[in-house]
């Protein structure tokens, strides 16, 4: 569903919401080692981030990447929307171009329905959510 890009963004955001709120910045190495992400292809997903405001970022000795605002009002449908754009939420599920309602494709009216659900849990899912169960120990960033 997810391009890989997007799985490491969503895992490098949820990564920086969870490290205590003393800490002002995460580097590059330790976000991409935290999440399991080659360095440079990290460091070109944090930029996009950066370039959506969904992070900030500062170079030097106490440089590095810090959220742009409140995890709770981060959602997870703002880091896919930034990196895989708005495909997954209206794109057709075999990629047809034409894919409607009025002009449906084999699987429409089944993958509408999972659509939609995946939609609206990106669209009510706050990095806080997530950063609070990776957190206490119930989910994590590594497999």
Wanted: glycine residues 6%; positive net charge; proline residues 4%.
């Amino acid at each position: 569903m997810f391009s890989k890009a997007c799985k490491y963004a969503i895992n490098a955001m949820i990564y920086v919401a969870t490290l205590p709120k003393d800490t002002e910045r995460a580097g590059l190495k330790h976000i991409s080692k935290a999440i399991n992400s080659p360095e440079a292809f990290t460091a070109k997903i944090l930029q996009s981030l950066v370039k959506d405001d969904l992070l900030s970022s500062s170079k030097g000795p106490h440089g590095g990447f810090a959220l742009n605002g409140k995890p709770e009002d981060i959602f997870l449908s703002q880091i896919v929307q930034a990196i895989d754009g708005d495909s997954l939420f209206v794109g057709c599920a075999l990629g047809f171009e034409n894919c409607s309602e009025s002009h449906p494709c084999p699987v429409h009216h089944k993958f509408k329905a999972i659509r939609d659900h995946l939609t609206g849990m990106l669209l009510t899912t706050s990095l806080k959510d997530v950063a609070e169960r990776v957190n206490i120990g119930i989910s994590f960033l590594k497999y």
